[in-house]
């Protein structure tokens, strides 16, 4: 069984900055593609980054020009590098991978961007 398992979240002032890392455990194959996704209660679950093998990144619009998503593809891990961090960024934050049709989701890690 495939396990994302992320690290990073905490509680940091606004204006800060965080690295969220993930990795895919228990693999011995490619995945095409490692994203981070983030949810606030009572809202939809968003995309915040995504990765593709094939070099491609996207960001939502809310977070380009402050976050950096990131790939080790050999250790099956993705990071985001997120700096300048608003209070509105505050979520559950999850690691999200795909190979072919399968999706895999992290448990998440919470976010708090607070004074």
């Known amino acids: 069984q495939v396990q994302l398992v992320e690290s990073g979240g905490g509680l940091v002032q606004p204006g800060g900055s965080l690295r969220l890392s993930c990795t895919a455990s228990?693999?011995?194959?490619?995945?095409?593609?490692m994203s981070w996704y983030r949810q606030v209660p009572g809202k939809e679950r968003e995309l915040v980054a995504s990765d593709t093998t094939g070099g491609t990144t996207n960001y939502a619009e809310s977070v380009k020009g402050r976050f950096t998503i990131s790939r080790d593809i050999a250790k099956n891990t993705v990071y985001l590098q997120m700096n300048s961090l608003k209070v509105e960024d505050t979520a559950v934050y999850y690691c999200h991978a795909v190979r072919y049709t399968i999706v895999y989701w992290g448990q998440g890690t919470q976010v708090t961007v607070s004074s």
């Open positions: 228990r693999i011995n194959f490619s995945l095409n593609s």
